[in-house]
């Protein structure tokens, strides 16, 4: 207030001083000193003001750059709402925030993660001229090849209701069936040689489809989990490159998961609810929407969600998951849907891959002979629901889970035939919202990887790109997408987008650019203007520990004191939250090896956040933020198990599924 009463009194000087020179009629001999003074005085005090100014601009701008890997939060972080649309202008091209987050840039190919680029690809060796011998079209089966002596069936699998039975039929020879699920089979004396699972999809109707005249654009969403950004373009270039080209893609470097695993990422996708809780950078506190109690032992068909509002808005929808443990099933057991929430699914022919008993049926899905995996399958049953509802709108949403989860080279085998599945219906995909995306990044990778910085990106960076219909690209909504871009982005806002598209859209026909504010929701779309606050990790809904934003850090693992406090404290804080959870008699207890890594990231007067990642000798390796406060109270965020756990924690499922623990019986 100061500078500001100094500014205002030199201003108030001036304006006397100038009233004085310009009025001739009053008299300055006799007070010429007077004014004199004055003048001088208010010079000295303009002088000063802005002196002051200067100092206090510099003082700023050298702690900014200087302290640029210390996360102090910033002034107006402390004035204006977190996840609000209040700002002080609409004009988007008038920025007058600075987001505070850089997302570092390395090469693709940085030799520092070249050891880790191994290929993996189920299909080496196998035959691309092999054939299947039997198929499914226009309701009939028919064997394809004959051969004398050998004899072929097929059998129907149905799922009437979506958690009811399994119902399997007798095997039947070739002929009319309105069987959407089939598992043919051949035997040559009595020895099966051949098994392979058909789709077809018979037509359904939506009562709250107006007309049969498609009047909104299709929406596509291919996600591939467990791909990052970097992932996408190594693995997928001439997909990427295509998309960029031919349906003008945009890229979305800087998007960042908000939870850990696929099922708590993909509830803030579909219901717009954060069930995992941790800490913003800051300190401030992200609680959860739902718990585990609410989203886990309650079905959740009541619940408004994405499907919901597709099917609505009179859309034919079609949920893909290539894995029998759905999604929202998975870690920890959980209810889902009691219901089918789309008009179609692929879940019964990964159910018939779990629940068959023929062997050569399963195999025919490991890629090892035909080539063929369970996503080659899911793309199949994509394109003939396409090719059914040619004249109706569309929703997909393809979440495809083995490809790239384990590997960091897994996604390579996909460049291929999703390149050939778009050019040959590019039509189709020209002329529509497309998404291609993951759920969080990389999770296979070793703690020694994940200390850098690249291994931070392919950990916490999803990849994400998107493209709008051809004919809403020249009417504002293209620009605005490609200036989001550049911003820090979620899985909130790619939701607020979904329902922009959905229900807000249509009616500018998709030309409304102007800011919105979805109520209830913690997201801005990206086809519109979002708010001037910043975006960074102290203001949008990002738990710390999977913030992108770069962020300088010094190396403290060579305290021994600090980290051997640290490391004991965090072991103590997984007994306790196993114990909270009552799986502590099925789990290991845990005996400290060492600390690989130990970073301070933060520092905020007497208030430290430390990075560290931690091994045991059962093996297990847990990764965490840790705030040390003034007081000496630790305050963990949440915990990542980072080795390759697989199967060590399904002891717990039963009881309350966490993967901090080891099971003792395995």
Same mark, same amino acid.
């Given at each position: 207030?100061?500078?500001?009463?100094?500014?205002?009194?030199?201003?108030?000087?001036?304006?006397?001083?100038?009233?004085?020179?310009?009025?001739?009629?009053?008299?300055?001999?006799?007070?010429?000193?007077?004014?004199?003074?004055?003048?001088?005085?208010?010079?000295?005090?303009?002088?000063?003001?802005?002196?002051?100014?200067?100092?206090?601009?510099?003082?700023?701008?050298?702690?900014?750059?200087?302290?640029?890997?210390?996360?102090?939060?910033?002034?107006?972080?402390?004035?204006?709402?977190?996840?609000?649309?209040?700002?002080?202008?609409?004009?988007?091209?008038?920025?007058?925030?600075?987001?505070? #987050?850089?997302?570092?840039?390395? *090469?693709?190919?940085?030799?520092?993660?070249?050891? @880790?680029?191994?290929? !993996?690809?189920?299909?080496?060796?196998?035959?691309?001229?092999?054939?299947?011998?039997?198929?499914?079209?226009?309701?009939?089966?028919?064997?394809?090849?004959?051969?004398?002596?050998?004899?072929?069936?097929?059998?129907?699998?149905?799922?009437?209701?979506?958690?009811?039975?399994?119902?399997?039929?007798?095997?039947?020879?070739?002929?009319?069936?309105?069987?959407?699920?089939?598992?043919?089979? #051949?035997?040559?004396? /009595?020895?099966?040689?051949?098994? @392979?699972?058909?789709?077809?999809?018979?037509?359904?109707?939506?009562?709250?489809?107006? $007309?049969?005249?498609?009047?909104?654009?299709?929406?596509?969403?291919?996600?591939?989990?467990?791909?990052?950004?970097?992932?996408?373009?190594?693995?997928?270039?001439?997909?990427?490159?295509?998309?960029?080209?031919?349906?003008?893609?945009?890229?979305?470097?800087?998007?960042?998961?908000?939870?850990?695993?696929?099922?708590?990422?993909?509830?803030?996708?579909?219901?717009?609810?954060?069930?995992?809780?941790?800490?913003?950078?800051?300190?401030?506190?992200?609680?959860?929407?739902?718990?585990?109690?609410?989203? #886990?032992?309650?079905?959740?068909?009541?619940?408004?969600?994405?499907?919901?509002?597709?099917?609505?808005?009179?859309?034919?929808?079609?949920?893909?998951?290539?894995?029998?443990?759905?999604?929202?099933?998975?870690?920890?057991?959980?209810?889902?849907?009691?219901?089918?929430?789309?008009?179609?699914?692929?879940?019964?022919?990964?159910?018939?891959?779990?629940? $068959?008993?023929?062997?050569?049926?399963?195999?025919?899905?490991?890629?090892?002979?035909?080539?063929?995996?369970?996503?080659?399958?899911?793309?199949?049953?994509?394109?003939?629901?396409?090719?059914?509802?040619?004249?109706?709108?569309?929703?997909?949403?393809?979440?495809?889970?083995?490809?790239?989860? /384990?590997?960091?080279?897994?996604?390579?085998?996909?460049?291929?035939?999703?390149?050939?599945?778009?050019?040959?219906?590019?039509?189709?995909?020209? =002329?529509?919202?497309?998404?291609?995306?993951?759920?969080?990044?990389?999770?296979?990778?070793?703690?020694?990887?994940?200390?850098?910085?690249?291994?931070?990106?392919?950990?916490?960076?999803?990849?994400?790109?998107?493209?709008?219909?051809?004919?809403?690209?020249?009417?504002?909504?293209?620009?605005?997408?490609?200036?989001?871009?550049?911003?820090?982005?979620?899985?909130? /806002?790619?939701?607020? $987008?979904?329902?922009?598209?959905?229900?807000?859209?249509?009616?500018?026909?998709?030309?409304?650019?102007?800011?919105?504010?979805?109520?209830?929701?913690?997201?801005?779309?990206?086809?519109?203007?979002?708010?001037?606050?910043?975006?960074? #990790?102290?203001?949008?809904?990002?738990?710390?520990?999977?913030?992108?934003?770069?962020?300088?850090?010094? /190396?403290?693992?060579? *305290?021994?004191?600090?980290?051997?406090?640290?490391? $004991?404290?965090?072991?103590?804080?997984?007994?306790?939250?196993?114990?909270?959870?009552?799986?502590?008699?099925?789990?290991?207890? @845990?005996?400290?090896?060492?600390?690989?890594?130990? =970073?301070?990231?933060?520092?905020?007067?007497?208030?430290?956040?430390?990075?560290?990642?931690?091994?045991?000798?059962?093996?297990?390796?847990?990764?965490?933020?840790?705030?040390?406060?003034?007081?000496?109270?630790?305050?963990?965020?949440?915990?990542?198990?980072?080795?390759?756990?697989?199967?060590?924690?399904?002891?717990?499922?039963?009881? !309350? @599924?966490?993967?901090?623990?080891?099971?003792?019986?395995?």
């Amino acid at each position: 207030m100061a500078l500001h009463d100094n500014m205002e009194s030199t201003s108030l000087l001036l304006d006397y001083e100038d009233s004085v020179g310009r009025d001739p009629g009053i008299c300055k001999s006799s007070n010429s000193r007077r004014y004199s003074n004055i003048k001088s005085l208010s010079y000295l005090i303009f002088a000063f003001s802005a002196a002051s100014f200067m100092v206090l601009y510099m003082a700023i701008t050298w702690r900014s750059t200087k302290y640029e890997n210390v996360s102090v939060p910033p002034v107006l972080n402390q004035v204006l709402p977190i996840f609000t649309n209040e700002s002080s202008s609409n004009n988007y091209t008038n920025q007058i925030f600075n987001d505070g #987050c850089t997302v570092p840039i390395f *090469d693709l190919y940085d030799e520092s993660e070249k050891p @880790y680029l191994i290929p !993996h690809d189920n299909t080496i060796g196998c035959d691309p001229n092999w054939k299947p011998l039997t198929e499914l079209s226009n309701g009939s089966w028919r064997i394809t090849e004959e051969k004398e002596g050998r004899i072929c069936k097929a059998r129907c699998y149905e799922l009437p209701v979506l958690t009811g039975p399994f119902l399997i039929s007798d095997w039947f020879p070739p002929g009319p069936t309105q069987c959407e699920f089939l598992e043919a089979a #051949c035997w040559e004396n /009595d020895r099966e040689v051949y098994g @392979y699972i058909h789709t077809q999809i018979l037509p359904k109707t939506n009562e709250k489809t107006k $007309t049969n005249e498609k009047i909104v654009p299709d929406v596509f969403v291919i996600l591939i989990d467990s791909m990052s950004s970097r992932m996408m373009k190594r693995s997928l270039p001439k997909t990427v490159k295509y998309m960029t080209e031919q349906f003008q893609a945009v890229d979305f470097p800087s998007y960042s998961q908000v939870a850990q695993r696929s099922q708590v990422n993909a509830l803030p996708l579909w219901f717009g609810k954060q069930v995992e809780a941790g800490t913003m950078q800051g300190g401030r506190e992200i609680e959860v929407d739902w718990t585990e109690d609410e989203y #886990c032992k309650n079905y959740l068909d009541d619940k408004p969600n994405m499907f919901k509002d597709f099917t609505d808005a009179g859309y034919m929808t079609n949920y893909i998951d290539d894995w029998f443990y759905q999604t929202l099933w998975a870690n920890p057991d959980c209810k889902g849907f009691q219901n089918y929430h789309s008009s179609h699914t692929f879940f019964p022919f990964v159910k018939i891959f779990e629940k $068959t008993d023929l062997y050569i049926t399963k195999e025919h899905l490991r890629g090892r002979i035909s080539c063929r995996e369970s996503y080659s399958a899911a793309l199949e049953y994509f394109e003939k629901f396409a090719d059914l509802y040619k004249d109706r709108p569309k929703f997909v949403w393809y979440w495809s889970v083995h490809l790239a989860h /384990d590997f960091l080279m897994g996604a390579d085998r996909l460049d291929k035939p999703l390149l050939k599945f778009l050019q040959g219906n590019s039509e189709m995909f020209d =002329n529509a919202f497309v998404v291609l995306m993951a759920d969080h990044g990389w999770r296979s990778g070793t703690t020694e990887f994940y200390a850098t910085e690249i291994g931070n990106l392919e950990h916490h960076n999803p990849a994400f790109m998107m493209s709008v219909p051809k004919k809403y690209r020249d009417n504002g909504i293209l620009e605005v997408l490609t200036k989001n871009s550049e911003r820090l982005q979620t899985h909130y /806002d790619l939701r607020a $987008t979904l329902l922009d598209i959905v229900k807000y859209q249509p009616s500018s026909q998709f030309s409304n650019t102007t800011l919105l504010k979805i109520p209830g929701e913690k997201g801005h779309s990206l086809l519109r203007e979002q708010p001037l606050t910043p975006r960074n #990790c102290e203001t949008l809904p990002i738990i710390q520990d999977y913030c992108i934003c770069k962020s300088k850090s010094i /190396d403290m693992k060579y *305290d021994t004191k600090l980290s051997n406090r640290l490391a $004991t404290a965090l072991i103590n804080y997984v007994h306790e939250t196993l114990d909270e959870l009552n799986v502590t008699s099925q789990c290991h207890k @845990y005996e400290f090896d060492k600390v690989t890594a130990l =970073n301070i990231i933060s520092l905020n007067g007497a208030k430290a956040t430390y990075k560290i990642t931690v091994k045991t000798k059962q093996p297990a390796i847990f990764e965490t933020l840790v705030t040390d406060n003034e007081t000496g109270k630790l305050e963990f965020g949440a915990i990542e198990r980072v080795d390759r756990y697989g199967t060590t924690t399904y002891c717990t499922k039963k009881t !309350h @599924y966490t993967p901090l623990c080891y099971c003792k019986e395995l």
